[in-house]
Nanobody
Framework: QVQLVESGGGLVQTGGSLRLSCAAS????????MGWFRQAPGSEREFVSA????????YYADSVKGRFTISRDNAKNTVYLQMNSLKPEDTAVYYC???????????????WGQGTQVTVSS
């Protein structure tokens, strides 16, 4: 069982930056691939980024490529999402997820955090 807690969301102006963190419980964190997803009001949950257990492979959605960076610190059981050059369309609740394989599909992840709100003002 893995419990995930996101933090770092907030209100930022267009062009600003935020760093999201997702702290995981348990002693097997490095065995999980981690993903970030987001969901805006009235929209489906969409993939943002993912990283494998050792941090050697990363995926990004085209919409965030070049602006967002995913990383992890297995010693701290934490995964991060550095978000730069934020746009109003990045406004959403951001969720981290843990699963056995790295995937862009939400249903491949077994554990989810409660989400953190990111709001980008224009």
């Amino acid at each position: 069982q893995v419990q995930l807690v996101e933090s770092g969301g907030g209100l930022v102006q267009t062009g600003g930056s935020l760093r999201l963190s997702c702290a995981a419980s348990g002693r097997t964190f490095s065995s999980y691939s981690m993903g970030w997803f987001r969901q805006a009001p009235g929209s489906e949950r969409e993939f943002v980024s993912a990283i494998n257990g050792h941090g050697s492979a990363r995926y990004y959605a085209d919409s965030v490529k070049g602006r967002f960076t995913i990383s992890r610190d297995n010693a701290k059981n934490t995964v991060y999402l550095q978000m730069n050059s934020l746009k109003p369309e990045d406004t959403a609740v951001y969720y981290c997820a843990a699963g056995g394989i790295m995937s862009t599909f939400a249903n491949r992840y077994d554990y989810w955090g409660q989400g953190t709100q990111v709001t980008v003002s224009s």
